[in-house]
């Protein structure tokens, strides 16, 4: 239904295929940012769900210099997938947390490669400005560029209570410039974080209404050496069954508009850290539930979209 495929959603890297005539697969780099909302800057404890890692990233090592992380994932990905095209991907942490200056080095220095296609800077939408939108915006001229901001929900109450360190109009303020430079806004949103599912559902609808060019939907997960663990271990919080977890992606997405690219649906890649929810850990059968919930309900990505 999306893309050529049987999917009942606009699947990212379907997407992706379809625009440049093969997989674009995504090198994760890490530039050794670090974090305003970890260094002591906005606070010295960081968000609530965040590890050491930076929240998942399986960058490859920053004692390489940025061209050689790009050239060993190129080489791998070669390797392993048979890959052609490639994204360079700024994961970890806060990747607009620098001058500006030195940020154009560090991306520039990312896309020398001729098979890298296109750039994507994970960020908070308090860390960015007029300079270092522009530099980003010039970039775009000449590859497919991305910026995937961190909201995690509209609410504000929860925000605070997972020590985000920004409110829903920060956000608001950060998209409006983004989209005005003429960049590609990915949203990241995070389920179980005390809400109901109407509260989660909100958060949808004032999505839609920006009509969001991208979303990455995690679910909340307490991982080792994160306050969230601890806050588990101490019966604070309870996290949602797989099943409710697969029910409220699709009701999510049917609220999407039909053109909002669908980045992510279920986590990888931390099974070594992960506490709970333990069906976390098996990314392909929830995604498969995904694909046999919205066949159930004959539904798809946008039906209840206005």
Known sequence: MFNNTDK???????YLKNRFGAKVYKITIDAGFSC????GTISSGGCIFCDDTGSFSQAHSNLLS??????????NLSARFKAEKFMSYFQAYTNTYRPVNELERIYRASLNHSDVVGISIGTRPDCVDDDKLNLISDISKDYYTWIEYGLQSSHDKTLL??????????????YEKTKNKGINVCVHVIFGLWESRDEILQTAQRLADLKIDGIKIHMLCALQGTKLAKMYDN???D?????EYVSLVCDFLEILPP??????LAGNGYRKSLIAPRWLGAKLDCLNKIDREFLKRNSWQGINYN
């Open 8 to 14: 009942r959603y606009n699947q990212f890297s379907a």
């Open 161 to 174: 209570k997972i020590n985000r360190g920004h409110d829903y109009n920060c956000f608001l303020r950060a």
């Open 66 to 75: 940025i061209e050689n992380q790009v050239e060993e994932g190129v080489k």
């Open 239 to 243: 996290f949602m069954s797989e099943d």
């Open 235 to 237: 019966n604070e919080i």
């Open 259 to 264: 053109q909002t690219t669908i980045h992510r």
């Open 36 to 39: 305003p909302n970890r260094d």
